[in-house]
Structures are given as C-alpha cells and as structure tokens.
C-alpha cells in the first residue's frame, strides 16, 4: 500500500529527480527533520552525500577547524556551508566545484518551560556552491512550540535545497506555525573565474590588480611567478591605514612593489566564503598594486607557494610564527624553520606597542632560546620604531564597528 500524498516527501523527491548537485548538510541546533525526509522513501543517494549534526560547541569547532566566536549567527551558518562544501569536494572530487553544494543551518529554539524570558528564537541558514554564497535568516515569534519551530527549521532548509536545484519550494507559514520573518538575505557571487578553483584546491593563488577602477581579476596565477616577491599578508578584517603604511615603507625599504595577501583558510579561523571575500576585496578600492588570494593557511603554506619572498608582519604575527603550538612540538618547529630557509624565505617585522607601553620587535638577542635567535637573525630584518610606528588594530575597529563585519 502507498504512502498518503506529502507535500515535504513530494518535493524531496522532486529534489532527487532533478538534474543537478550533490550536498552535504550540517544543521546544528535544530532542523534535523531533513535528514528523514531526504532518506525516509528511499533514493536520498541522488541528493545526500553526507549530514552531520554538530550539537555540542567542541563539535561544532571541529568541523570548522576554528571558533567562530559566536555559534548562532549568520557567519557561523556560512562557516557551516562553506566547510559542508569543501567536505563534498573531498568525498567526490570527480564532481569539481560545480557538481557539489553545501548547506549550513545554525539556530536557537524553543527549549521548554524554563526557559530565560526573552531568549531569541533564530535561524541561520546558508548555502555553497562553486559559484555563490546565500545566507537566509528566519526571526520566530516568542513563545513558540519546539516541534513547530523544528518543522519550520527543517522546510527551511529543504526549500534551500530545492532552490539550489531550481525547484519552487513550499510555503515557510502554515497557518498553525505562526508568524515568520525573514530577517534578512545576504548573497555573494564568485568575482573571480578561478575561485572555484581556489576553494576545490585545483589553483593555489589567485591574482588581483588593484586600481582606481577597483581589484580586476586577472589570470596571474596560471602563467608564471606572482607579480612580486614582497607580501604582506593578514585578513584585512578590514583594511586600514597601517597596513597601507606597513605596505608603502617595505616597498621603499625593498626597493620592489609589495602585494597583499588574504588566505581563504587560517589556522584559528572559519574559511572565508564569498560574502567574506567581496567584502574584504571592497576594501581595496582605490589602492594601488596586487592583492593575492590564496589557500595557504600557515607561513610554511606560503613560502611555499611563493619561493624566495620576503613577509612582511606585525610584531603578534611574527611572535606566533615561532611559536611551537603551531607545529606540534619543538622538533617539528625546528624543522620548518630549516624549510623556510632552505626555500630562502625572509620576514620584516613591524613593531608595536604592548599595554604597559614599551615598543615591541623582534631583535635575536631578546630570545633565550638559541635556536630561535639564530632563524630569527639569519631570516629577520626589524623596522625600528622612528620609521614606523601605528597603534590601529583591526580588531579595535571592528570593536568599535556598528555592525559586525562579515
């Protein structure tokens, strides 16, 4: 005997009949309906390639490799999807950026009786593809009932897939759920032909000309070295007036054109996705030289990718370079400072100011450790603090930002 008609079960079919990508969910907090529902009558193979359901933080931080400060927001829905799509592109490398999606749900509900008056009720939901970032928020009314809002949540994320695929979704208010908003919809477009490249680890880097007329795509990264062996790199979170000063003193000091650099992955951060990169790519806007995006997370990463270059960092920077943690050990330590040699890779350190207010460098004989101090005389050239000295911090700006920056 067949099932009665459904209108959820009738449209996850429809979204393994159509032509189109496979995903890999990741819904924390709520939504985990959809699982069953793309599984629950069979052929979820031609959608699903994987789900998983981070409930605890530690499980949550794992997937992204990184703490994304806040667990419930837009960003963190977006870390989600971007760290679903590149897990899809690791399951199915055949399929290459165009064949996979990602999706991302983070949200707050309902959590019964005792429950602290006035607590939000929130979804955050984004979506991944080699081509776009989409990012979908959803404001429920106080008071609302657990298993409505888990409904609610769920169909949320199925219209999402259905979207994804070209398909009309069903209506997000049933009468008996209540109100929903959306709160807001964010959306970025790869701006760059090679980013999909970048992200399924088919291109190391990638290349932006930086002008009055704003950062042009180029295709720098497929022919020949990159434009300059002077880098500067950060998360430019957002770009301000010391890292331009940083930038045009190493280039006199240097004697060639300094490029920045933006990794799209960091040891301690959720990759960026490509509501991230327009924005911190927007922040070059009338400055002038290379902007150069890459997949190189760590300093090893980069020598690597860009053979006899000289970095240029900030005193915090070059202090955690050296730091063992990194590395797993001293030993291991001591290692890539042989291989950052060997690839004849140099750092000029920019100094600041601690709290008590002592102007910080990096001079050898200020480490104790003698093995430090001989990588860092042979590799480290320190600006000294009457050619420069800037007490502006991204972090502060952000702290002092009306909005949170993406």
């Known amino acids: 005997m067949n099932p009665p008609p459904d209108p959820v079960f009738d449209l996850a079919r429809r979204i393994h009949e159509a032509d189109g990508s496979k995903a890999v969910i990741y819904a924390s907090g709520g939504g985990t309906e959809i699982f069953p529902w793309l599984l629950g009558r069979g052929g979820g193979s031609a959608t699903l ?229 327009a924005h911190r790519i927007k922040g070059f806007e009338n400055v002038g030289g290379w902007l150069l995006l890459t997949d190189a997370p760590t300093y090893r990463d980069k020598a690597r990718l860009f053979p006899g270059s000289t970095f240029v960092v900030g005193y915090d920077t070059a202090v955690r370079i050296i730091e063992p943690r990194w590395y797993g050990g001293l030993a291991a330590r001591d290692a890539m400072f042989d291989e950052l040699e060997a690839l004849q890779t140099r750092f000029l350190v920019f100094g600041r100011v601690d709290a008590s207010g002592r102007f910080r460098d990096l001079s050898a004989e200020s480490f104790e450790d003698q093995r430090v101090a001989r990588f860092v005389e042979r590799t480290t050239r320190v600006v000294a603090e009457d050619q420069f000295r800037s007490d502006l911090s991204s972090t502060s700006i952000r702290l002092g930002a009306e909005v949170d920056l993406p």
């Open 49 to 277: 390639l994987g789900g998983r359901i981070p409930y605890d933080p530690a499980d949550f931080h794992a997937i992204l490799g990184a703490d994304p400060g806040k667990l419930v927001d837009s960003r963190a829905a977006r870390g989600l999807a971007m760290a679903a799509f590149r897990h899809g592109l690791k399951l199915r490398p055949d399929l290459g950026p165009g064949g996979v999606l990602g999706i991302g749900g983070t949200s707050k509900l309902a959590s019964g009786p005792n429950e602290r008056p006035g607590r939000s009720h929130e979804i955050h939901l984004a979506l991944q593809t080699g081509e776009r970032t989409f990012a979908r928020s959803i404001a429920l009314p106080q008071g609302g009932d657990r298993p409505a809002q888990e409904r609610i949540n769920a169909l949320a994320i199925l219209n999402l897939l259905a979207e994804a695929k070209g398909l009309a979704g069903l209506p997000i208010r049933p009468d008996d759920l209540g109100m929903v908003a959306e709160t807001f919809a964010n959306a970025a477009s790869c701006n760059h032909p090679d980013l999909p490249s970048l992200l399924g680890g088919e291109t190391p880097w990638l290349a932006y000309r930086l002008g009055e007329s704003g950062p042009t795509a180029t295709s720098d990264s497929r022919f020949g070295p990159p434009p300059t062996r002077l880098v500067l790199p950060g998360s430019f979170r957002p770009l301000h007036d010391g890292h331009l000063r940083m930038a045009e003193l190493a280039s006199e000091l240097l004697g060639e054109p300094c490029a920045f650099e933006l990794s799209l992955f960091h040891p301690e951060k959720p990759p960026l996705d490509y509501v991230s990169i």
